[in-house]
Every structure is written in structure tokens, then in C-alpha cells.
């Protein structure tokens, strides 16, 4: 077909075209064509398709992270596996690599149950039913973005990337795959899918600082939040009871003035259960280090050492209860602390109507907010509660928690202190990966 011949007839609503229109439309038309013939698309696996010519709807998107993620282009991950906080680990770096990649995060699945090596006993949950997706978005606007798969066009292919394994996939080359599949033909997919391992496993880019805002955006969705209300205020409310008691004997005062005044309480991740016990054994053995396990008997020593605290004050412990073969936690406890557990609380009901992941948000919340925490620092839900401690702490301008009366103050029960007590603990904010925090430390800043 002979379009600049033909251009001199036509007409074109009632005029003729000229010959600077006509070369515009034989241009357009000579660019579609070899779009259509020559464009390839890579296939999923590994070779190349043709790819039918496929007119799509453009939005107002940016291709510079600084001024917002892309929502046309989308990250798909594999389920999220393991503990709660394994897999926010793994959700914030599944987060950071669309980030890299300038790609929104499709809104995963997450796992309610806690099983290792039985994938197929795994309990799928959707991040919504968890976090608050859209104060998810709203609190990591232009940082990081979460999508719902209803979002897809469906006008591309999926294009699936198999991450690297074993001892040859190093940092390096993980990082250069990345860099590889942000750029064309790679990126003219809607989707690229990664499959194989789960990304807690995947290796680690970003630094601390970066995991910390992706945390700050998790919100607990309501139903969860209420759940630990309760319990914060069972534990406030047993604190009030000692303290009336003991006011009201030593210096007459009501119990309605005592209720006026905030209770303060400590909380301990107190990891004595059996599968903990048998993996920081060996941790010990492999690291060659002693200050990983600790005894129901340390821990209670060290936290009765604790320089500053004031007693009376209730010390709520939280601890994996199916896991734990020990009915004596709540004996032998310094005078002046009063421990108690989920049944000591009446609150055990509460967690009995939900899965472990939820179970373990719930525990998360409740040692989050207390006044003093202690934990492990080789466990991985002690290691982000101190992080987001750490953070509180940032933001009302302090720097140092080495020094006493500091708020949001955090311990390490693994590690000796001062007078006997537990290791003061402040996560470094400025390093350079995650690592410390996700695999565990005794390098805890104090």
C-alpha cells in the first residue's frame, strides 16, 4: 500500500492533506509496524516471544523513586513463611526490592501458622487481614507501595525470575540481577514474578534505616489492636490493684487517687521454650559464643537487677505457651515484681481464638508499648521490638539510651550488665544491613 501516493487524493474531513501531514501519517504508520514485526518480548522462560501489537492506557507515573513508586509495574513474591516477625522481615525486603526495581509490591500472603520444612501445613492469610493496607500506603507514600491484584492489566506477560541459590550466588550477583531486570526487555513487563525461596532468605541491599521506615507503616488492623487494649489494660489494671493495696496500708491514701496515676509494667520475651532452647544451643556451639541462652533462673535474676525500677511493678512475660514445658515461671521472682502471664490475666481466651501469627502480633504490641523491655537479642522478635523502641526514642531527640531514666528503654537478659542486671540495648540505627538484627547479636550498642 502506497500511502504518499495515495495521500495526494485524500481528503481528510473535507480537505485536502497537505504534504507535511501526509509524511506524519506514513511516519506513524512505518513506526507501528516495526513495532508490531521487529519489538521482542522475553518469555518466562527464558527464550522469546512475539508480542502482538497492544495499545495500553498510560497513567501518570514517575520512573524516579524520589518523586513515587511506578503503579503500573508490579513485584509478585512468593508466600511469606515462618514467625511473625520472619516474615516482616521478609515482607520489608520483598518491599525494598520493588522499591529497587521502581515497581509496586503486589500485597502478599502471609502465613498463620508456624511450621519450617511442612509447606503444605502452612496456613495462608492476606496481609490485609494483619496490617491496615491502605495506612500501609498512606504512611510509606512515595517510599514503598503495596498493590491488590486486581489492580493488574493484564496487557503484558508475566515475566517469572528464578533468584539465585547456593554457595556461587553471592550479594554481588544478586544485587547485579537486580539491576539487570529494572532495565528493558525486563521492564516492559507488568508483572515479574520471583520464585524459589522465601525472601527472609533472599540476600539483604538496604540498611537499617530503610527497614525501619517499612515497619513504621505496618499498623495492626483493628481487631488486633483491640485485642492487645485489652490486655495492656489487664496488665495496668493488676498494677493498680498492688499499688492501692500497698498506698492504702502504708499511707492511707484511697485507692481512687492511687487509680489516677499512670502504672508503669515491664514486659519480657522471656524465650525458654523448647524448640528455642534446642536452636540456641547449637547457635552457642556454631558461633562459639556463650551469651545466647539463658535460663528461667538468669533471666529472673537479671531483670530484678535492673539499676532504677521501681516497685512494686507487674512483669508481664510473654511466652510461646504450646511451646513451653515449664508451669513454674510465675516462682521465684524478686519481692516488689509481680509476674503474670496470659491465664494470670484471664486473657488467655484471647489468644486461644487465633492462629500463632496473630497470637504473635498480639505479644508483639503488648511488649512494644510497656514502659521497660527485655528481651534476647539473638531473637528476632526481641531484636525489632528493640528497633522500634530505638525509633521512639530517635524521635523525641534522644540519642543514647546508655543513659539512665531514658524513656522507651530496652534490655538484653542474653548479655550482662551493670550490678548483675541485663546489657542496656539501643539497635544502631546506621548500619549498613540487617544481618545484626535478623540473625542475632550480642553487639547491642551499650
Not at 228 to 251: F, L, T, Y
Request: net charge positive; proline share 3%.
Amino acid at each position: 500500500m502506497d500511502l504518499s501516493a495515495n495521500c495526494k487524493h485524500s481528503k481528510f474531513f473535507g480537505r485536502n492533506l497537505n504534504s507535511i501531514a501526509c509524511k506524519c501519517v506514513v511516519l506513524v504508520f512505518v513506526a507501528l509496524v516495526t513495532r508490531a514485526v521487529l519489538v521482542p518480548r522475553f518469555s518466562a522462560f527464558g527464550g522469546i516471544e512475539q508480542q502482538d501489537l497492544v495499545f495500553i492506557h498510560s497513567r501518570s507515573l514517575s520512573f524516579n523513586s524520589e518523586f513515587g513508586i511506578r503503579n503500573d509495574k508490579f513485584l509478585e513474591v512468593p508466600q511469606i513463611v515462618w514467625g511473625l516477625n520472619n516474615q516482616k522481615i521478609a515482607f520489608a525486603r520483598a518491599c525494598l526490592t520493588a522499591r529497587m526495581l521502581n515497581r509496586t509490591l503486589l500485597m502478599p500472603s502471609l502465613s498463620a501458622s508456624l511450621f519450617y520444612k511442612e509447606m503444605d501445613l502452612l496456613q495462608p492469610i492476606s496481609f490485609g487481614k494483619v496490617f491496615q493496607f491502605e495506612k500501609f500506603n498512606s504512611l510509606c507514600k512515595e517510599f514503598v507501595q503495596l498493590g491488590r491484584y486486581s489492580d493488574r492489566l493484564n496487557r503484558t506477560g508475566v515475566f517469572e525470575l528464578h533468584k539465585g541459590s547456593g554457595r556461587k550466588w553471592t550479594i554481588e550477583r544478586d544485587l547485579d540481577q537486580l539491576r539487570q531486570h529494572s532495565k528493558d526487555p525486563f521492564d516492559e513487563y507488568e508483572v515479574i514474578r520471583i520464585v524459589g525461596k522465601n525472601p527472609f532468605l533472599w540476600h539483604d541491599h538496604w540498611p537499617i534505616k530503610d527497614y525501619a521506615r517499612v515497619f513504621e507503616c505496618l499498623v495492626l488492623v483493628d481487631e488486633i489492636a483491640k485485642e492487645a487494649d485489652i490486655v495492656v489494660s489487664k496488665i495496668r489494671e493488676k498494677g493498680m490493684e498492688v499499688r492501692s493495696k500497698i498506698e492504702s496500708v502504708q499511707n492511707g491514701i484511697s485507692s481512687e487517687s492511687s487509680t489516677l496515676q499512670p502504672v508503669p509494667y515491664v514486659a519480657v520475651h522471656m524465650r525458654i521454650e523448647i524448640d528455642w532452647m534446642i536452636h540456641c544451643k547449637k547457635l552457642e556451639q556454631r558461633l562459639n559464643i556463650s551469651q545466647i541462652c539463658s535460663s528461667k533462673e538468669e533471666i529472673m535474676e537479671r531483670v530484678g537487677n535492673i539499676m532504677g525500677l521501681k516497685t512494686p511493678t507487674v512483669v508481664y512475660l510473654a511466652v510461646a505457651d504450646s511451646l513451653l514445658d515449664d508451669s513454674t515461671i510465675l516462682n521465684g521472682w524478686k519481692e516488689g515484681l509481680l509476674p503474670v502471664e496470659k491465664k494470670k490475666l484471664g486473657v488467655d481466651g484471647i489468644y486461644k481464638k487465633y492462629p500463632y501469627l496473630i497470637q504473635s502480633a498480639i505479644d508483639y504490641e503488648v511488649c512494644l508499648r510497656a514502659d521497660v523491655f527485655v528481651g534476647n537479642s539473638f531473637s528476632t522478635f526481641s531484636s525489632l521490638i528493640a528497633l522500634e523502641r530505638t525509633q521512639k526514642m530517635i524521635k523525641a531527640g534522644i540519642t543514647s539510651s546508655c543513659q539512665m531514666d531514658v524513656r522507651w528503654p530496652s534490655y538484653a537478659y542474653n548479655i550482662l550488665g551493670e550490678s548483675k542486671g541485663p546489657r542496656r540495648w539501643m539497635t544502631t540505627m546506621s548500619d549498613s544491613s540487617l544481618r545484626a538484627i535478623s540473625y542475632g547479636s550480642n553487639n547491642i550498642s551499650c
